[in-house]
C-alpha cells in the first residue's frame, strides 16, 4: 500500500518535472494571418464564433451529442434512487422577491448573449448556463416545487429534442455544403445580428439545449438529496 | 511573459489536482481534485492562445488595425472541454451518490473492503 503510494507520487513527479524542463513554450504563434483568413470566410466579428460553429463545427456537433448523452446518463442512473420529500421551504420575503428579479433579468441576459454570440463575447454555451443557474437559484432560494413545475408546463423535453434535431440537420447541412449560409449574409453589413447567417440560429438552439441539461441535472440532484 | 508565469501557474496546478486524485481516499475530494485539473488545463490553453497578443480577438470593424490579437483556435477548442468536464463532473457525482446509497461511506478503501467482503 505504502510502496505503491510512493510510486505514484513518483510517476507523476517525473512526468510533471518532464513538462517543466523539457517543453519548448517559447515559439512565438501568429495569429493574425489566421484572423484574417477566418474573417475573409466567414465575415462575423467573433472569431472563435467562427471557429467552433463554421470551420470545425463537427467538433461542436459532437459536444453537443456528448452533453445530451451526459444528461440522459445523470437522468437513467438516478431514476432507481430513492427520492427524497420535497416540502415547502421556510422562505424569506427579500429572497423571493430579489430571486423572482434575478431570473426575470437572465431571460434577457440569456437573449442577448445568445443573439449576440457572433458580435460580443458569449454564444448558446455560456447564455444556456446563465438561465439555468438562475432558474436553480430561484428554486433553492424561493420555491423549489414551483421551479420544477415550469419543466412540464413549457415542455422542456420535447422541445430539448426538437432543438437537438433542428441543431443536428443544420449542422449537417453545413458540414456538406460549405457555402451554406441561408444567403443572409450579402444583404446585411458586417457586424449586424442577421449577418451570421444561421450562426444566431444555432446559437439559439444550443442555449436552450444546454439550459434545459443543466437545470435537468441540478433537479435531479436535488429531488434526490433534498434542498438543503 | 505574463503569459510565461500563467502557463507555470496552471502546469502546478495540474499537478496538485492529479496528486490530490492519487493521495486521498474520499470519493467526493477525489471529483473536487479532478475538477482543479479540469480548470488548470482551461487556464493552461488560454495562457498558450495569448502567446502572440493579448487582445480579444473580436473585430468590431472590417479594415483590420495591425494588433496584437489572441489566438482564436485553442480558445474554441477549449469551449469544448467545458462542457464536456460539466457533464463528466455531474455522472461522476451521480455515480457517488448511487455508491453511498448502497454502502453508506464515500471512503474509497472500506468501499473496497466491503467489496471482497461480498465476493467471498
Known amino acids: ?228 | 511573459m505574463i503569459s510565461d508565469m500563467v502557463i507555470y501557474t496552471s502546469l502546478i496546478g495540474a499537478f496538485l489536482g492529479t496528486l490530490g486524485m492519487l493521495l486521498t481516499s474520499n470519493l467526493i475530494k477525489k471529483i473536487l481534485a479532478l475538477g482543479i485539473v479540469e480548470t488548470s488545463v482551461t487556464l493552461f490553453f488560454t495562457a498558450i492562445s495569448s502567446k502572440g497578443g493579448t487582445r480579444a480577438p473580436i473585430i468590431p470593424s472590417l479594415p483590420i488595425e495591425n494588433v496584437h490579437f489572441a489566438d482564436p483556435i485553442p480558445q474554441a477548442v477549449i469551449i469544448t472541454s467545458i462542457v464536456i468536464g460539466f457533464a463528466i463532473l455531474s455522472l461522476l457525482l451521480t455515480f457517488t451518490i448511487m455508491l453511498h446509497n448502497r454502502y453508506h461511506t464515500v471512503d474509497i478503501d472500506l468501499i473496497e473492503g466491503m467489496l471482497e467482503g461480498e465476493e467471498e
Not at chain 1, 127 to 153: P, W
Not at chain 1, 161 to 184: D, E, R
Request: proline share 2%; net charge positive.
Open chain 1, 1 to 228: 500500500m505504502n510502496l505503491k503510494r510512493i510510486l505514484a507520487i513518483s510517476i507523476v513527479c517525473y512526468i510533471f518535472v518532464l513538462f517543466f524542463f523539457q517543453v519548448d513554450f517559447t515559439a512565438a504563434l501568429e495569429a493574425q494571418s489566421k484572423i484574417n483568413t477566418l474573417v475573409e470566410k466567414v465575415k462575423i466579428p467573433n472569431t472563435v464564433t467562427a471557429v467552433y460553429l463554421r470551420s470545425r463545427v463537427y467538433d461542436t456537433l459532437f459536444e453537443v451529442i456528448v452533453f445530451s448523452v451526459g444528461v440522459l446518463g445523470v437522468t437513467i442512473m438516478l431514476k432507481a434512487e430513492p427520492r427524497s420529500e420535497l416540502s415547502e421551504q421556510t422562505i424569506f420575503g427579500t429572497a423571493q422577491v430579489y430571486s423572482s428579479g434575478i431570473m426575470a433579468i437572465s431571460v434577457t441576459i440569456f437573449l442577448y448573449v445568445v443573439l449576440n454570440g457572433h458580435i460580443s463575447p458569449g454564444g448558446g454555451f455560456a447564455g444556456g448556463v446563465i438561465l439555468a443557474s438562475s432558474v436553480v437559484l430561484y428554486g433553492v432560494s424561493s420555491s423549489f416545487i414551483k421551479a420544477l413545475s415550469h419543466y412540464e408546463k413549457l415542455r422542456m423535453k420535447i422541445l430539448e429534442n426538437i432543438a437537438l434535431v433542428i441543431i443536428l440537420s443544420l449542422m449537417t447541412m453545413g458540414l456538406s455544403f460549405p457555402n451554406f449560409t441561408f444567403g443572409l449574409n450579402e444583404a446585411q453589413s458586417y457586424g449586424s445580428i442577421l449577418s451570421g447567417g444561421v450562426i444566431p440560429l444555432i446559437n439559439l438552439l444550443i442555449g436552450l439545449k444546454v439550459y434545459a441539461g443543466a437545470w435537468k441535472m441540478a433537479s435531479e440532484f436535488v429531488v434526490r438529496r433534498g434542498t438543503l
